[in-house]
């Protein structure tokens, strides 16, 4: 994948953690709804349908009693290496009502840990401007620090 610094934001990090249970945490629905948001936020509901063209239902809850259901379909699974989601479809490949994102997680070994790389790529540089500014650094660094220590124990 060639990076397009006007759409992509992303971030690296080692995590001290084994692939094979990083892996679990974001395709188990029981694993995913204990990491998945940064507090206060919660995931109150995890369908995970991983394999390429299945279908996700993630809903986030926020402190307000906002929910937020978001809905996607995998394009690419490699089994502990790769998982590769969008929100421009919903389950069966039907159009979401806006595209906003492609996700891709990508897992590597690395002096026993495993390294971490986590992409986001925007249909548009102006939804990867109101990406950041909703906190995506933050938030999905909260997320990835949560991520790490549920896999340290599973």
Not at 64 to 84: A, F
Not at 98 to 107: L, P, R, S
């Amino acid at each position: 994948m060639t990076a397009d610094a006007a759409r992509d934001l992303s971030f690296t990090r080692l995590l001290s953690a084994p692939r094979a249970n990083i892996w679990r945490c974001w395709t188990e629905s029981e694993l995913l709804t204990h990491w998945f948001c940064p507090p206060p936020w919660t995931v109150s509901k995890a369908e995970l349908d991983t394999r390429p063209g299945g279908g996700s239902l993630i809903v986030m809850n926020g402190p307000d009693s906002e929910v937020m259901p978001n809905r996607g379909v995998y394009l690419d699974v490699v089994p502990n290496e790769r998982l590769v989601f969008t929100d421009a479809f919903t389950q069966a490949w039907l159009p979401s009502q806006k595209a906003f994102m492609v996700g891709t997680i990508e897992m590597a070994d690395e002096d026993g840990k495993t390294r971490y790389t986590a992409t986001v790529r925007h249909w548009s540089a102006e939804d990867r401007d109101a990406h950041e500014k909703m906190g995506f650094f933050v938030g999905w660094g909260i997320a990835t620090d949560q991520l790490e220590a549920l896999a340290r124990t599973i």
